[in-house]
């Protein structure tokens, strides 16, 4: 985290927390269980409701293990990444 944001919020599950500067700019991260196979599926569902909220992205880079994308609403910026554990993980021996 940049040494700037301080801790705001924690989720109640720990899967989460938000962050914030001194300036007011909100920073979130957070995690989940997706099953592999569903990654890609559920990212997609994603952008379509983010969309339909009206954000408007304008970059977008998916693959299966693998997902970054960003967008524009109002006065906000969203960047998203998601990264499976297949993606990250040593395989097992």
Excluded: N
């Excluded at 109640?12 to 914030?20: L, M, R, T, V």
């Excluded at 196979?37 to 992205?57: A, C, H, T």
């Excluded at 967008?71 to 993606?87: F, H, L, S």
Aim: aromatic share 10%; with cysteine.
């Amino acid at each position: 985290m940049p040494p700037e944001f301080e801790l705001s919020h924690r989720s109640k599950d720990g899967d989460g927390a938000a962050f914030q500067s001194p300036d007011g700019t909100l920073l979130a991260v957070w995690g989940t269980d997706v099953a592999e196979s569903d990654f890609l599926p559920q990212v997609k569902k994603q952008i379509s409701q983010d969309e339909k909220e009206g954000w408007r992205f304008i970059y977008r880079r998916l693959t299966r293990e693998w997902a970054s994308y960003s967008g524009i609403k109002d006065d906000q910026i969203r960047y998203v990444r998601g990264i499976t554990v297949a993606a990250i993980a040593p395989p097992c021996s």
